[in-house]
């Protein structure tokens, strides 16, 4: 099917619909103007690898989005999983290990232990608002207060208390910095995990029952339940899948950071939650791609790296995310009170 | 200087793209009557009264009220202008009590303050010249339905109301909350007050009436005093039409009983003792007046809404239908009557529409297809003549006609044994609703069972080998199609509505 488009049209719709990536590129215009040395080989790796994590969260947290549900808990459970997986990951040789005599474990048993605790984390939500009713914001942000109590009880304890975990092995370290040099190009070995956490996610949500069915429930979940799907069964397992994916990034921003505490994690559901939205999740649930996540965290990641470049002070930057969040949701409720 | 009509709609056209839903319909109110509004589902009833209302605009026709022209924006405007409704389903604030819902908007002040104390003794006054018992101070919420009606009358009150439309004010009534609404009724007449009183039930209109205005197919047919009629005059001019559409020749007989419903009830009271039997190749219509129940006999066959009492059976074994996900394994298919409410995913392809309720065919290795899909949903474009771009086009996009044959393309896919139709023809035009037959004709040529939930009695008549009516939630009796008539049927639907409802 081929729509003829006319020029007028087209300028319409940016300066309507598309109006959050005019703004966007305007934004990274500027930045480049300011400092034009922002355009450069390191920059863009390190872009790539800053983003990656967020890519992998995002798409969890887009999950819950899809299906009419907001996560509010991302961020502590990250947290929660950071101290734990970094608590098992410390070095044999390091002075304040948090278990003493731990041997050293490679690192998918302490990878797979948070996955299976995340995921059991994630069903409780999922089953609190599939059987319970609670409302997703009530039932995420209950779980968000919870878990930071019990990352903060795990972490700040004898007889180190409120250290930073640090002495990660360097092979999580390692993987988590570096990358394959390319020239004089280096992808950084975070950005292909990134990339085979999005072809996952793309055949999840694509190819897969699964997939079509979360379709389903976040477009419209009274016609889903007609058609068959089992919906809490649905609802349950996208909140599990999500936090699956925060288990995944936990480790990853472990071995990032090089150390984990409480405070890990912190509002970084805020940051998932406006890629989505940005990258054109609908918050009414039922529309959005992984292609459209994926692109909302590096808009996202250019903008804030690039503010952070020229110089722009972390309470301006702020202020600016909030303004980008504001506008594309106005934008997403004004396409949706057009349907109506 | 006293107007003949406090009321006069004159020539009302209302006209929605495609379809003629008011023809040049006239309504005049004496003051101080009670003007009966009568006519079968869909003859215009409401839309005529969403014109007063100003929640539709005109297309031809003017409104004048007390001798001036009016054309109300909104519900509050009209209700400023002294016409108000009280509606079937009741808008009220729940959480809050009885005098701020019938004050909201208007609370009497004192400065910034609202004036509590005034705002009781005024509410108060009302209730007693209205005969209501309630302390203005309980929270709405706890109120039966019937208080909150005496409620919304009295609010009607408040505003000095000159007219007031009730639409089926007594549904959900027991008789002697009847014969208070009644008493009320009677009080308002002696303070000049006009009402517009919309009710199938025929005991209530010839008792309560002093005109009647019947309606059609969105047109006039005529405006009587109750003096010059009686029930079945009012039967037949409500359905005195002609079987002047055209539905396609039947040539199938229907075999072996395939399925049989004992004893079936609703767990939430909605209808209670259904029994029917279903042959192969057989078309059962459903008739009854809305509430009666047929949605919600539908729903429990289908696992939407929880079964109470009774048993299911398929080919002599009972089976589990307690979700759609087990009525489907079971063989049934279920159109729901709501297609934006529960039927189609607006925002999402014909193809998504179309395969959702059965994607096993595609999969392939564990992962969908798109080429099974594309070639499966091309077939049932073409199959089923929808009208549209192609299968990537959202199905919001296309006309009401349409998106009904995607959603029957979508039970088809799923090859069922019983469909059930929940008035598959709602809202669609004369073309597509003949295909919608065929379609149904050509499946029970195949052997499936069909159930109709229709509100238009000459489709049923057309359509169906024999037609269950519900009345009131209770089964009415089953007649054999080639041998009822729209009389016998309409009586039927009125047998049990002065009952009670099974809830009570």
Known sequence: ?340 | MANEYILEMKNITKEFPGVKALDDVTLKVRPATVHSLMGENGAGKSTLMNCLFGIYSLNGGEIILDGQKVAFESPAEALRNHVSMVHQELNQVLDRNIMENIWLGRFPMKGIFVDHQKMYAETKKIFEQLDIHVDPRVMTGSLQVADRQMIEIAKAVSYDAKVIVMDEPTSSLTEDEVEHLFRIIEMLKKRGVSIIYISHKMEEIMQISDEVTIMRDGRWVATEPVSNLDTNKIIRLMVGRELTERYPKRTTVPGETYMKVEHLSSAVPKFIDVNFELRKGEILGVAGLVGAGRTELLETLFGIRTKGEGRILVEGREVDNSTPEKAMKNGFAMLTEERRHNGIFADLSIAFNTTIANLDPYLKGGLLRNSLIKEKVDKTISDLRIKTPGSKEKIGNLSGGNQQKVILGRWLLTNPEVLLLDEPTRGIDVGAKYEIYQLMNQLAAEGKCVIMVSSEMPELLGVCDRILVMSNGRQAGIFEAAEATQVAIMEASAKYVSAGGVGV
């Open chain 1, 1 to 340: 099917m081929t729509k003829k488009v006319s020029a007028g049209d087209l300028i319409k719709k940016l300066f309507t619909e598309k109006i959050i990536y005019v703004v966007l590129l305007a934004l990274i215009i500027v930045i480049i103007c300011i400092e034009p040395r922002f355009l450069s080989i390191i920059n863009f790796s390190n872009i790539l690898a800053q983003s990656s994590t967020r890519i992998i969260i995002a798409l969890g947290a887009g999950m819950v989005l899809m299906v009419r549900g907001c996560d509010l808990s991302t961020g502590r459970m990250i947290g929660l999983a950071a101290v734990i997986s970094a608590s098992l990951l410390q070095d044999v040789d390091y002075a304040y290990r948090m278990y003493q005599n731990l041997p050293s474990l490679p690192i998918i048993v302490p990878l797979l232990l948070v996955i299976a605790l995340c995921a059991l984390l994630g069903t409780i939500s999922g089953t609190c608002v599939a059987k319970l009713k609670v409302p997703p914001i009530i039932a995420t942000l209950a779980m968000q207060l919870v878990l930071y109590g019990a990352s903060s009880i795990y972490f700040d304890r004898e007889p180190y208390g409120a250290q930073p975990i640090g002495g990660i092995k360097e092979s999580l370290t390692k993987l988590c910095t570096r990358g394959v040099k390319i020239g004089s190009f280096r992808l950084p070995y975070l950005t292909i995990i990134a990339i085979l956490v999005i072809v996952f996610m793309w055949i999840l949500w694509n190819k897969t029952k699964f997939g079509k069915y979360m379709y389903a429930v976040g477009g419209n979940p009274d016609a889903a339940q007609v058609s068959g799907v089992n919906v809490s069964k649905i609802l349950i397992a996208t909140y599990a899948l999500a936090a699956v994916m925060y288990a995944v990034a936990a480790v990853l921003e472990v071995g990032r950071i090089g150390s984990a505490s409480n405070t890990t994690g912190n509002s970084y559901e805020m940051d998932a939650i406006a890629s989505c939205v940005v990258g054109g999740v609908s918050m009414s649930g039922g529309i959005g791609t992984v292609g459209g996540i994926v692109t909302g965290v590096l808009i996202f990641t250019v903008i804030n790296y690039g503010l952070s470049f020229i110089g722009v002070n972390m309470y301006w930057q702020y202020i600016v995310k909030g303004l980008i969040i504001l506008l594309a949701v106005v934008v997403d409720m004004r396409k949706f009170a057009k349907r109506k």
